[in-house]
């Protein structure tokens, strides 16, 4: 009996709680669903409305990367004329001159009576970051997009993940995602995130990330940037992106909150509101190794080949892991980061780059277009599912592995030594991946007349590449140098 009590108290987190919230309001709106008549329906000859619920606003280029190529589809394969789309965002003001055509809608942090009253007013939710079913995070995160679905899923309307992965997730947070999302179609971006959703009984479909139809500021831009802060234009360069690793989860604790907030405590782990980060001395030791441990290779490697070594943060968060990495190096190396530089313009950055050292799985994703030759460093399955559908599983290490610098020096001298073969292998990659993001289009326009039977899409076409948004020249110039 006791043992019992201790299990469920153990269970009653802030994250727990608010999946509990969630749970309530998704099932009071399909209760309002049933018997209320002022439920906003679609009707035959009016607009879709359609709600994207991400990551939006906190300056983490690829998570907007990946969105602003989701809406660019969507657009295409349904039409301007034929949609109203609005998208979440947590800070409009980080978010303004992005997503064009689309309306922002301010999400506060406490979400569920949000959702509860947003959601209902479209007639379908699309949810859109990358890392949308797994714990490794914030269980708040995936709740959210989990209680967006579900919320649509209540009404019966249009609920799909685009784009998706799924890795481990909590008991508590598991549950909730198969509850609510069972009626979802989730179109993920690896088999393997395939494997777990369908073994929680989720209909999923093959897909791709949607970042690699992106196209960035000219590369006059970027170059323009790096030589700013002391690029020859002609050093090969290393672009270098460290994040911190070792404090995640984010997790809410009120406890903690009411300590930061009253006595000044934990100011090193907080994140935001009640989430604080997962950061204990242990952590701290094991952050300031894998630091080092990559400027001992980006320096080695920049002294052996003369090249210019840049240090690029995709999110602000990566701010802080820039600047250690830059005082860890010989000589202090520039840094640049997101909440300086839009997406734009920061992906023009790291396609000039020959080189790349990155733990941000969407730096490598965008550099890839430009056959920047990348070697990963991953603190979980994405990197290390990218580079096996590369075919380059020797070109994904750990943050935490032993001799790291050694080996993420060899891994770039391998590619050095070979850059004409490593490049091939990339190009082909990237076109692979833009094919299988077409038949997600085929699938997703399948899934709107499944909901939405006497909808009428702008798609024209039965080619695969039919199902894209226009192609940039350089991705047109890439696939004919592949064809």
Known sequence: MLETAKQLISK?????????????FIYTTSLRSAISSHTETWQKGKPLK???????????????VRVEEMIRQVRHLLGDENIMLSIITIDPKATAGYFSSVKPVHMPQIFPPFLFTECPKHHGVIACEGSMFKSKFADALSTMMAGALGMANAEGKLSVGYGAEAGAMNPSLKHFVKKHCADSLVICRNEQSQEILERMDIRTKPGADTAWTFSPSPASTGQ????????????????????????WPVKADVVKQVQHVFLGMHRQ??????YFHDYDQRDQKAYQTYISELALAADRFAKKHNAFVVSVGMEKLDRSACEDFSVAMPNRVPVLVSDDYNMYDLVSVIRQGSFMISSRFHAIVCSMPAKVLSVGVTMDERIRNLMKQRGHDALSLEVDELDLGEKVFQALENMQANPEQYGNEIAKTVFGEIEKMAWMGKDFLEEVARVYPDFTAAHKGDTWQSYLPTLSKSLQELGESIA
């Open 224 to 247: 323009t940037i790096l030589k700013k802060h002391g690029w020859d234009g002609k050093q090969p360069l290393l672009v270098v992106c460290p994040i911190n690793p070792f404090w």
């Open 12 to 24: 009653i987190t802030p994250d727990y709680g608010l999946q509990k919230a969630m749970d309530s």
């Open 50 to 64: 359609l709600l994207f619920a991400g990551y939006a606003g906190s300056r983490n280029t690829g998570a907007d």
């Open 269 to 274: 782990q907080h994140y935001k509101s009640v």
